[in-house]
Each structure stands twice: as structure tokens, then as C-alpha cells.
């Protein structure tokens, strides 16, 4: 029996996760769209939109994801009549109301399976596995002085580079986290480099951890550039030309002699804990080092804060959480495999 269970990718900004979500939509059964900014918010939101188990309740929330200005909706080439309806007919629970959007998209393209990126989402893995309780999640790792690099000039990209810094280094501590916790068929990390280096090993590799065929087609995501990369967004330009190692080690000659120097003190353990060498640059100045400290623990503050609400959200949940759209996900709520559209409430 092939796999229906959704597959997210994760991983610092660029980290190469765009280029990872075209490999995968590249696939024959899997659709991953571009990104969206709508189940963070939706989840977190959760108690406005009240019980998901009323169709009206559902209703409420799809219009919200389908007009939302921030919500990207538009991006994904649906209908929202038609969106809004299948949310109204599909299962009462939250992340069934979430997950039909991407289950529309993928049949948008006639594919059985989706998937979702968004970089950030290392940070709400728990979170998602509340939402799909069967979900797998592929990480993607990347140099660290090349993603700050990377990140330094993008447009979109507040913080500075020693922001950037305490970005990576969180999302790799996340991974670690993951790796640990989660059980091997449900969490899986690659290199960019080695994915860059050879796609074909590599996504092979991938292939039989989320349980499908390896697809030729993988190896040329820049074909699906033009589908599933907005053009707007102008900072991904290299998804639309072949894979190459072109980019790989640039932080050498993108990034100051301080800022070598303070990746390589803050990051050093975990950059070769992923099998990156350091050079041989001098020890950062101090306070370089503090004004580090002071971003990653206000990282830290950050997320803390938003953990804690959010524990303190589930001690009255306002309706059911668990995607009921996979056969894995009903079987795990104790439910018959699922029927094409099922209504399993009003």
C-alpha cells in the first residue's frame, strides 16, 4: 500500500528548502505548494474560529484562509468556492479545514499526495504533528556561514548577520532535537552540499524514507519553477536553472573577516558536528561574541513566550486538532479508512 502521509520540509532560510519542495513536487504523486503563511496562524488562532466539528465554524476559518491578505491563498491557483465548499464537507477538525488546502492543490496537478514547506516550521514540529498526527519531516541542513551569507542579502531578511547566526544555530539545535525524539520513520536530515552534489544518491535516499519510488524527474526541479515558485519572489532565481555546487563554500568571499571569525567561535561545534571544516580565522572579538548571546537568547525569549501561551491554550481546546484526511491519520483517531469528501460532522 503507497504512502498518503504529508511530508513538510524544514530548515534554516536558505538553506536550499525551496529547492527541496521542487524536487519533491516534481514527483509523480506528491505536490508541494509554494509557501504559504496561514497554519501558524490558523493554529495559534484557533480558539476565535470556536469548534471545527460545526460546518459554519469551517466555513469561517477557509474564507479566512482563502481571503486572508497575508495568507498566500492566491498564490496556489484554487478556486475559493471551491475550496471553502470541500472545507465545509470535509472532516470537523482543525487540521482538516488546514490540510484541505493542500490536498486541493494536490489535486490541482492529479497527484495523491502533498506536502507543505516553510522554513520556519522547524520551530512547530510539535505543533504539526498536533495538526497531522502522521506527518514526516525532511530538514535540510546547509553550511551555516553560507546561509548567513545567503540570508544577509535578502531583502526580506530584518536581522543582521549575527541575527542570522543565532538562526541557524537554533534551527540546527531544533534538528538535533528531532532526531533524537522522533522516530526514524518520521524525521529525516540531508546536506544541501551532498544534495547539490549528487541529486540522484540523495534523493534516492529520501525516496525510500517517505515511502515512494525514486522519480527521475527529482533531479530537474527547475522544470516546476515556473509552477510552483511565484515570480515575485526574485531571491529564488537559481531554482529556475539546474542544481549545481556553485554556491557551495561562497561564504569565504560573501562574508566579512569578523563575521567568518564569529561564526566559526559560535557555531564551530555544530558546524563540524555536520561534517563542515573551519578555516583558520582568528577568535572573534568579545564583543562580537555578546552581541550573539544577546540575539540567540532573545530568540529563545521569544519562543518561550509563545510556547507557554500556547500550553496554556490546550488546557480548553475549543474542538478536535487531528487532520482526518490520510488513511494514517484515521487510523490513528480509530476511524474506517476514509471515503472520497466524507462528512464526519456538521
Same mark, same amino acid.
Given at each position: 500500500?503507497?504512502?498518503?502521509?504529508?511530508?513538510?520540509?524544514?530548515?534554516?532560510?536558505?538553506?536550499?528548502?525551496?529547492?527541496?519542495?521542487?524536487?519533491?513536487?516534481?514527483?509523480?504523486?506528491?505536490?508541494?505548494?509554494?509557501?504559504t503563511r496561514f497554519v501558524g496562524t490558523a493554529y495559534f488562532s484557533r480558539r476565535m474560529y470556536g469548534d471545527m466539528r460545526l460546518a459554519d465554524h469551517r466555513r469561517k476559518l477557509a474564507k479566512w484562509i482563502a481571503n486572508g491578505r497575508n495568507t498566500k491563498f492566491r498564490e496556489l491557483g484554487l478556486d475559493t468556492a471551491d475550496f471553502v465548499q470541500a472545507a465545509m464537507l470535509g472532516p470537523?477538525?482543525?487540521?482538516?479545514v488546514i490540510g484541505m488546502v493542500f490536498k486541493s492543490y494536490a489535486e490541482r496537478f492529479g497527484k495523491p499526495r502533498w506536502g507543505d514547506k516553510r522554513?520556519?516550521?522547524?520551530?512547530?514540529?510539535?505543533?504539526?504533528?498536533?495538526?497531522?498526527p502522521d506527518a514526516q519531516f525532511v530538514h535540510i541542513v546547509r553550511d551555516g556561514r553560507d546561509c548567513v551569507?545567503?540570508?544577509?542579502?535578502?531583502p526580506w531578511y530584518k536581522p543582521d548577520s549575527i541575527g542570522a547566526m543565532a538562526n541557524w544555530a537554533e534551527a540546527i539545535d531544533f534538528g538535533r532535537r528531532h532526531a533524537r525524539k522522533l522516530p526514524a520513520d518520521t524525521f529525516y536530515q540531508l546536506r544541501y552540499e551532498d544534495l547539490t552534489a549528487d541529486p540522484e544518491a540523495e534523493l534516492k535516499k529520501l525516496c /525510500?524514507?517517505?515511502?515512494?519510488?525514486?522519480?527521475?524527474?527529482?533531479? *530537474? =526541479?527547475?522544470?516546476? @519553477?515556473?509552477?510552483?515558485?511565484?515570480?515575485?519572489?526574485?531571491?529564488?532565481?537559481?531554482?529556475?536553472?539546474?542544481? /549545481?555546487?556553485?554556491?557551495?563554500?561562497?561564504?569565504?568571499?560573501?562574508? *566579512? =573577516?569578523?563575521?567568518? @571569525?564569529?561564526?566559526?567561535?559560535?557555531?564551530?561545534?555544530?558546524?563540524?558536528?555536520?561534517?563542515?571544516?573551519l578555516s583558520s580565522a582568528p577568535k572573534a572579538e568579545r564583543q562580537h561574541v555578546a552581541a550573539y548571546k544577546d540575539a540567540a537568547s532573545k530568540r529563545r525569549s521569544a519562543r518561550l513566550r509563545k510556547y507557554n501561551r500556547d500550553r496554556f491554550s490546550r488546557l480548553r481546546e475549543p474542538g478536535p486538532i487531528a487532520a482526518l484526511l490520510t488513511d494514517g491519520q484515521r487510523r490513528l483517531a480509530g476511524l474506517p479508512q476514509q471515503r472520497t469528501r466524507e462528512l464526519v460532522a456538521r
Open positions: 500500500m503507497q504512502s498518503d502521509r504529508p511530508v513538510f520540509v524544514v530548515g534554516c532560510p536558505r538553506s536550499g528548502t525551496t529547492m527541496l519542495q521542487l524536487m519533491l513536487h516534481s514527483h509523480q504523486r506528491i505536490a508541494v505548494p509554494p509557501e470537523g477538525s482543525l487540521g482538516s522554513p520556519s516550521y522547524y520551530r512547530h514540529v510539535e505543533i504539526l504533528t498536533r495538526l497531522f551569507a545567503s540570508l544577509k542579502e535578502m /525510500t524514507f517517505i515511502g515512494e519510488d525514486y522519480d527521475p524527474a527529482m533531479c *530537474e =526541479p527547475h522544470h516546476m @519553477a515556473e509552477v510552483a515558485v511565484p515570480s515575485h519572489k526574485v531571491w529564488h532565481s537559481n531554482t529556475h536553472q539546474e542544481v /549545481t555546487t556553485a554556491r557551495t563554500g561562497s561564504w569565504a568571499s560573501r562574508l *566579512e =573577516p569578523w563575521e567568518i @571569525a564569529l561564526a566559526e567561535d559560535v557555531l564551530g561545534e555544530r558546524l563540524a558536528h555536520h561534517g563542515y571544516e
